[in-house]
């Protein structure tokens, strides 16, 4: 099995983090292809930089936690390649940030590979974002991913490949900042930032990474030819992707099959097994339609229980009960070939747990996710109660083990979807899992 794709089911949040790493343990690259900092994957792992005198002591295991934002889970693995794609908007101070964490927990220097063809995300992209008012209109992430994307798309963005030509890259600095200005003229903090000061400080820094630049097509695609493993992290979700999301409550990228062959320039017949990475229950961060959406105090609960709090923003996830006819849709766009199902065991305390598998529209019920936004604002939950199992999970490691009603929730699922689950996780560590 040489390439991997692991992608959001749902509105991000599913766990993918944990899943590309634990795939990638045997894996020469991990990449990513769409977004930038907006994502936050948060993985636990079982080993940190130990030093010589330690390591003779035999103290060579620990738990720790690292959040990624821009570096694949992958990377964590001593031989895994992390690859940062094309389709991606890098904020050069976070890369040079993240880097320097991986160095303090890695006892070899952190392999990445950077896409010359990703785009920049500069310190005045934050700003307009603000001055747009996005964040309180979609519920952003603040950290400028929509006008740095924006700047792509209307075909004046900034790419890595500029940082190799210090002209080039000082000319479109100064353009694009001179735009802005005039756009957004009124504004202190815009016009407090100097072009020439600014090109200065990002020439510096990329100074850091720039040997990390390199042809991404060709050594990926080459790594397929020699049938090396290749996993592909997604960040956001499928309802979160530009085309396929609840537009306009979506992010600015790709995050479904698709943005593998835009992101990362590998064609999607290439991949071999497609997994969908979804929470057994719902979340959702920033504004916009959530029809299963538990406004009550089994939404707390499962907040609670759940820790729903972003890793990037620690804003509180909004919560609710799994949706199936968001799941399905999610899985005829991606093509799914199994599933992971994240978080059981944040269920174990309900003695009823509430799954849709239809809308109500009017007096119709609806079965396919609504091709509509304002369809989709009118819908209610047609819900099916399963019966909870009200037992601790986290000690589980076999599907066997899990009791019956787990079982029935998991089968419950592979049968409405038609798609297996291949991966349950039970707790937070990289070690709570059941490989079914
Ligand atoms: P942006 O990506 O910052 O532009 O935010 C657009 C929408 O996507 C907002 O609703 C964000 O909360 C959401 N979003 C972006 N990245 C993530 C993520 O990694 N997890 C969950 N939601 C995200």
């Avoid at 993985?43 to 030093?51: A, C, R």
């Amino acid at each position: 099995m040489a390439a991997i794709a692991v992608l959001g089911a749902q509105w991000g949040d599913e766990g993918k983090g944990k899943v590309a790493h634990l795939l990638s343990e045997d894996a020469e690259f991990c990449v990513r292809f769409n977004g930038g900092t907006n994502a936050g994957h948060r993985v636990i792992f079982t080993k940190i930089k130990v030093s010589a005198a330690e390591r003779r002591g035999g103290a060579v295991t620990e738990e720790g936690e690292f959040k990624f934002h821009l570096v694949p889970s992958g990377a964590l693995h001593e031989h895994c390649t992390g690859v940062l794609g094309n389709g991606m908007v890098i904020d050069p101070r976070a890369l040079i940030n993240e880097i320097e964490a991986l160095r303090s927990i890695k006892d070899e220097e952190p392999q990445l590979f950077i896409s010359p063809r990703a785009h920049l995300l500069l310190p005045y992209h934050p700003i307009i974002e603000e001055l747009a008012g996005a964040a309180s209109e979609i519920g952003t992430t603040s950290k400028g991913i929509g006008p740095a994307y924006g700047d792509k798309i209307q075909r004046h963005g900034i790419t890595m490949a500029d940082l190799l030509f210090e002209d080039v890259f000082r000319e479109k600095l100064r353009r694009n900042l001179e735009r802005e200005k005039q756009l957004w003229g009124r504004d202190s903090t815009l016009s407090k930032l100097k072009a020439d000061a600014l090109a200065d400080e990002i020439l510096e820094l990329s100074g850091s990474f720039r040997e990390r630049i390199v042809d991404t097509v060709k050594l990926l695609n080459q790594a397929l030819d020699e049938g090396k493993k290749v996993i592909f992290e997604g960040a956001q979700g499928c309802l979160l992707d530009i085309d396929f999301g609840t537009y306009p409550y979506v992010t600015s990228s790709s995050a479904t099959i698709g943005g593998i062959g835009v992101g990362a320039g590998v064609s999607p017949r290439r991949i071999e097994k497609i997994i969908g990475v979804t929470k057994a229950y719902t979340t959702r961060v920033g504004s916009g339609p959530f029809p299963t959406e538990a406004r009550d105090a089994l939404g707390e609960r499962l907040q609670l229980k759940g820790q729903e709090f972003g890793t990037t923003t620690g804003r509180p996830r909004r919560c609710g009960w799994l949706d199936l006819v968001a799941l399905k849709y999610a899985s005829q766009i991606n093509g799914f070939t199994e599933l992971a199902v994240m978080k059981l065991d944040v269920l174990s305390e309900f003695s009823e747990i509430p799954v849709t598998i239809s809308y109500r529209y009017k007096n119709e019920l609806l079965e396919d996710f609504p091709m509509a936004l304002p369809i989709l604002e009118r819908c209610e939950p047609a819900y099916e109660k399963l019966p909870g199992w009200q037992e601790d999970i986290s000690h589980c490691r076999e599907f066997s083990e899990l009791p019956t009603n787990a079982q029935r929730y998991i089968r419950f699922i592979e049968e409405q979807l038609g798609v297996p689950v291949s991966l349950i996780s039970v707790g937070p560590a990289n070690t709570d899992n059941i490989f079914k």
